[in-house]
């Protein structure tokens, strides 16, 4: 279970750094193959037909931006001397649980799902049904996704705090700070990867 | 049986100090007041962590493999001894 939530008790530095492109990179073709890509730190869209490389691009600056952030708080409030490659390193091995979530797009079911919500609530798109089957799959799938994202986020919690021997309030508050402030960089990041390859979403 | 060096006192749990020595061949003992060493005022896991960073000449890659343990954490457990070591020098200055 330990290893579960934190592997970087074990592994860091050079290896995580390895292993987590890997991730990042098998994340962004999964989700390619599968029509799911990630906006911004935590969010999950599925859209099939977005070049791999925007999955790709999104994928990485939603590490880069997390990890330099993490990196310049962990310089200046950690007493210890921190390395540039357990940040970056164990940050990207952390995304390893939207690795699963990219393959949820191979099912029909979380797109119909969508579908049939933006109908029925806004009356956006075309009228869809939803057999009980493909519910129950959505459903499952969200739930999922929610648990993945719960997951990811441990995970880079526990990667900061190993990376940057951060304690106490120091770690709580630098980390929720810096992964909002995270998430709306990283969707703005996202956005203009999105315009440069003149995405569109219909 | 390997006893272990008792460092606090169990009833009011201040540091102890050493009130007797003996030797083993002549039995002489010697009697006083000796402050322990600090090696010996750390518990078992510091001290054993201190000799395998020694046989390691204080590499911490060396440690993290030998532990089989990530740098960060090999380096945040010395960073810990070190702040254990300095509040308890301050408390000896005090």
């Known amino acids: ?202 | 049986m390997n006893k272990k060096l008792p460092i606090q006192c169990p009833s009011c749990h201040a540091g102890l100090s050493v009130h007797s020595l003996q030797c083993d061949a002549c039995q002489t003992s010697i009697i006083g007041s000796f402050s322990l060493p600090l090696f010996l005022s750390l518990d078992d896991k510091d001290q054993e962590f201190i000799i395998e960073f020694v046989l390691s000449s204080g590499s911490l890659k060396v440690m993290a493999q030998k532990l089989n343990l990530s740098y960060p954490t090999v380096r945040n457990m010395l960073d810990e001894l070190i702040e254990k070591i300095s509040n308890f020098q301050n408390n000896i200055n005090e």
């Open chain 1, 1 to 202: 279970m330990n290893k579960l939530i934190n592997p970087f008790k074990y592994i860091a530095g050079w290896e995580s750094f390895f292993i987590g492109l890997g991730i990042l990179f098998a994340t962004a073709f999964v989700g390619y193959l599968s029509g799911v890509h990630f906006p911004d730190l935590i969010s999950v869209k599925t859209s099939s037909g977005l070049p791999f490389i925007v999955i790709l691009a999104q994928s990485i600056s939603n590490w880069l931006v997390l990890s330099a952030l993490l990196y310049f708080a962990g310089i200046v409030l950690s007493p210890s001397s921190i390395r540039f490659i357990d940040v970056f390193g164990t940050q990207a091995m952390a995304r390893f649980p939207y690795l699963l979530v990219a393959s949820t797009g191979f099912s029909p079911a979380l797109e119909k799902f969508g579908k049939h919500i933006m109908w029925s609530a806004l009356s956006i798109g075309e009228p869809t049904d939803l057999s009980s089957v493909e519910l129950t799959t959505a459903i499952i799938l969200i739930i999922f996704t929610l648990l993945s994202t719960i997951w990811l986020i441990t995970l880079a919690f526990n990667a900061f705090k190993v990376s940057t021997n951060l304690k106490e309030a120091k770690l709580i508050i630098s980390f929720i700070v810096i992964f909002i402030v995270s998430t709306i960089i990283t969707g703005f990041i996202s956005n203009n990867i999105l315009k440069a390859f003149n995405v569109t979403f219909s």
